[in-house]
């Protein structure tokens, strides 16, 4: 079964850098989630969307940017990266029922990002 | 808000031996709970879920979780672990489909 892509799987930025990060739903799929996990922490969220808009927000960073395409893709564009960002970044990909139902989220294998 | 707490940040069991991971939510409405294990490097993979109905769910890898309200609990079992369990452990809680709050994990490490 197809599941979820993400590229690149690892980066390598210098400080300051910008740097974006790609995801491809399961198909069929309407929302996306972006996660970062930083070294031995559990997974926070970032930033949701659902249908091409923003559906929750989470503890994103201003320098943080994402957005939801017409085929469902999503992009984390981060700019100005700091030290503090090298983390894993997952992507998840939901198939949203009706309003307030439960979903199961399906995370991507992730991209490591490295700040130096 | 919602809050998950994994208490045992390492386990290490004997292989074959039982396994069980505790989880407690703090959630003020009937939760939809997850868990997740990762594997070194790697993302993270679901092994069951509960939404509503029988408390006990089955999961994949031999798994199960027993949701009790009562006790806010939603702690996984395995009666006999492999060498191949050995990952980090992720219980979770969603609000309505909406974004996943995590645990700080569980590491189980099986030793032979």
């Known amino acids: 079964a197809a599941g979820v892509i993400q590229s690149p799987r690892h980066l390598i930025k210098e400080k300051r850098e910008t740097a974006t990060l790609k995801c491809y739903p399961i198909?069929?799929?309407?929302?996306v989630y972006w996660y970062q996990q930083g070294p031995g922490q559990d997974p926070q969220f970032l930033i949701s969307?659902?249908?091409?808009?923003?559906?929750d927000k989470g503890s994103i960073p201003d320098r943080f940017s994402a957005q939801q395409f017409s085929d469902y893709h999503s992009e984390l564009n981060m700019s100005s990266l700091e030290l503090g960002d090298s983390a894993l970044y997952f992507c998840?990909?939901?198939?949203?029922?009706?309003?307030?139902?439960?979903?199961?989220?399906?995370f991507g294998p992730g991209t490591r990002l490295l700040v130096l | 808000a919602q809050s998950v707490t994994q208490p045992d940040i390492h386990i290490t069991v004997s292989e074959g031996a039982s396994l069980e991971l505790r989880c407690n939510y703090s959630?003020?409405?009937?939760?939809?709970l997850f868990w997740y294990v990762q594997s070194p490097g790697q993302g993270l993979q679901l092994l069951l879920k509960?939404?509503?109905?029988?408390?006990l769910v089955q999961g994949i890898k031999g798994f199960e979780a027993e949701f009790k309200r009562s006790q806010s609990s939603f702690n996984l079992r395995k009666p006999s672990v492999h060498w191949s369990d050995a990952a980090e452990y992720f219980c979770?809680?969603?609000?309505?489909?909406?974004?996943?709050?995590f645990g700080a994990g569980t590491i189980l490490r099986v030793k032979s």
């Open positions: 998840a990909s939901s198939s949203r029922g009706r309003q307030g139902a439960a979903e199961t989220q399906y």
């Open positions: 969307f659902y249908e091409k808009m923003q559906s």
């Open positions: 959630y003020g409405a009937t939760p939809y």
């Open positions: 979770a809680v969603a609000e309505y489909g909406n974004k996943l709050v």
């Open positions: 509960y939404f509503s109905g029988d408390t």
């Open positions: 198909p069929r799929h309407d929302t």
